[in-house]
C-alpha cells in the first residue's frame, strides 16, 4: 500500500502486525510501544520525521482504548493524568519544533535516530538496575523472614 505523504509503500499486513504487538505491550505493561513502533516503521523506509509524526497519531488511539479499560478495572488516577497532560504538550510542541528545525539542517534522521537509541539505552540500562536492586532486596528480606524479630535464627 502506497502512502503518499510520508512517499513509502508498506505492506498492511506489516503494519496491523506491528500495531498488534505494541498493542499487547500497551495492555499489558502500559507503555506506549514507541520502541517497537518507530523502529519497525523506520525499518520499513519511513523517513524518521514521519515515524515521529506518524507514532504521536498512534499514541492517541493506544492510549485511548489502553486507558479506557485500565479505567474499568480502576486503575487510572485522573488526576496524576491531567497534571502530566500540562507537561506532555509543552514537551511535544518544543519536540515538533526541534523536528522542524533538524529537518532544515538536513540532520532529522541521524539525531533523532541518535536520540533514540541513546533513550532505549538508558531505559535498559534503568531496567536492569531496577530489576538487580529489586533482586538483592528481596533476598535480604527472605533472610530477615528467617526470626520474627527480623534476626536470622
Aim: charged share 15%.
Amino acid at each position: 500500500m502506497d502512502f503518499a505523504i510520508s512517499g513509502v509503500h508498506i505492506n498492511p499486513l506489516y503494519l496491523a502486525g506491528v500495531g498488534f504487538v505494541v498493542g499487547i505491550l500497551g495492555g499489558f505493561f502500559g507503555v506506549g510501544g514507541s520502541f517497537i513502533a518507530g523502529p519497525a516503521l523506520f525499518a520499513a523506509g519511513v523517513p524518521m520525521n514521519f515515524v515521529v509524526g506518524t507514532d504521536l497519531a498512534h499514541i492517541v488511539g493506544k492510549s485511548i482504548v489502553a486507558a479506557k479499560k485500565h479505567r474499568a478495572l480502576g486503575n487510572v488516577d485522573f488526576k496524576l493524568g491531567l497534571i502530566m497532560v500540562i507537561g506532555t504538550i509543552a514537551g511535544v510542541e518544543a519536540g515538533a519544533q526541534i523536528v522542524q528545525h533538524l529537518k532544515r539542517l538536513a540532520k532529522a534522521d541521524v539525531v533523532i535516530a541518535g536520540g533514540f537509541i541513546v533513550v532505549l539505552v538508558a531505559m535498559s540500562l534503568f531496567i536492569g538496575w531496577e530489576a538487580g536492586g529489586r533482586s538483592r532486596c528481596d533476598a535480604a528480606a527472605a533472610r530477615g523472614l528467617a526470626g520474627a524479630d527480623g534476626l536470622r535464627a
